[in-house]
């Protein structure tokens, strides 16, 4: 666990300590303004690479206490949306969300629905190469609501999907070149299975990928 950890972090240090030579030696402002840009991507991907290792830590040993509230799925939404559309726009592609009518509050912890989301929703950006994705909140029968999130890109093996959501597994054939460790479905799950709900895949290689989160309105 440490070592793929450490893999991970090391390779962004790796790329800092790079660039950062490189304007200590260089005069070019266009230059410098773009190995800037590739420093502040390495750090916002190391501060993200921790966050999740803290967030597995602390379901992995019961850390990690809910609060049930009363709030906003459109307020949530417009929140998550919000972040996911500029990550999508900065890629290139078509980015859409939707809330149903009729859909206002629940009963659940909102940072914990805010980081199912947000960990869905980056993950379908950071390997979408061309196209869209999506993020739908939608009603699931008279007692649970569904958190879905859509995209076109290279879509998991049958095979895959399974080990996809165990601890620091990462698909060779769709995460090359992309940073992480792992962990984001991990803690996906877990989250899910602390709400009470279940999550559910469907993928076609090629095509896309769609995950279904099915949580209830009134967590108790």
Same mark, same amino acid.
């Not at 991507?41 to 501060?47: A, T």
């Given at each position: 666990?440490?070592?793929?950890?450490?893999?991970?972090?090391?390779?962004?240090?790796?790329?800092?300590?790079?660039? %950062?030579?490189? /304007?200590?030696?260089?005069?070019? &402002? !266009?230059?410098?303004?773009?190995? *800037?840009?590739? =420093?502040?991507?390495? @750090?916002?991907?190391?501060?993200?690479?921790?966050?999740?290792?803290?967030?597995? %830590?602390?379901? /992995?040993?019961?850390?990690?206490? &809910? !609060?049930?509230?009363?709030?906003? *799925?459109?307020? =949530?939404?417009?929140? @998550?949306?919000?972040?996911?559309?500029?990550?999508?726009?900065?890629?290139?592609?078509?980015?859409?969300?939707?809330?149903?009518?009729? &859909?206002?509050?629940?009963?659940?912890?909102?940072?914990? =629905?805010?980081?199912?989301?947000?960990?869905?929703?980056?993950?379908?950006?950071?390997?979408?190469?061309?196209?869209?994705?999506?993020?739908?909140?939608?009603?699931?029968?008279?007692?649970?609501?569904?958190?879905?999130?859509?995209?076109?890109?290279?879509?998991?093996?049958?095979?895959?999907?399974?080990?996809?959501?165990?601890?620091?597994?990462?698909?060779?054939?769709?995460?090359?070149?992309?940073?992480?460790?792992?962990?984001?479905?991990?803690?996906?799950?877990?989250?899910?299975?602390?709400?009470?709900?279940?999550?559910?895949?469907?993928?076609?290689?090629?095509?896309?990928?769609?995950?279904?989160?099915?949580?209830?309105?009134?967590?108790?």
């Amino acid at each position: 666990m440490l070592h793929a950890v450490a893999h991970e972090v090391r390779n962004h240090l790796n790329a800092i300590s790079l660039v %950062a030579t490189c /304007l200590t030696k260089g005069s070019d &402002l !266009n230059r410098n303004r773009e190995d *800037l840009a590739v =420093l502040a991507s390495n @750090v916002r991907d190391i501060d993200a690479l921790i966050e999740r290792f803290v967030d597995f %830590a602390n379901l /992995l040993f019961g850390e990690d206490k &809910l !609060n049930p509230e009363c709030l906003s *799925l459109v307020d =949530l939404h417009r929140d @998550v949306a919000f972040v996911l559309r500029k990550m999508a726009d900065d890629k290139g592609l078509r980015f859409s969300g939707t809330v149903e009518q009729g &859909l206002v509050e629940v009963v659940s912890d909102c940072l914990k =629905l805010r980081e199912i989301a947000m960990n869905l929703g980056t993950n379908a950006v950071k390997y979408t190469r061309f196209g869209s994705v999506s993020l739908r909140f939608a009603r699931h029968g008279a007692e649970c609501w569904i958190l879905e999130v859509d995209d076109t890109g290279p879509g998991i093996p049958l095979q895959s999907r399974e080990k996809i959501f165990e601890d620091f597994q990462r698909l060779p054939e769709t995460s090359t070149g992309q940073p992480g460790a792992g962990l984001g479905l991990a803690i996906v799950r877990r989250l899910v299975q602390l709400l009470k709900g279940r999550i559910e895949l469907e993928s076609e290689v090629g095509s896309g990928t769609s995950f279904r989160v099915i949580l209830p309105t009134q967590y108790a």
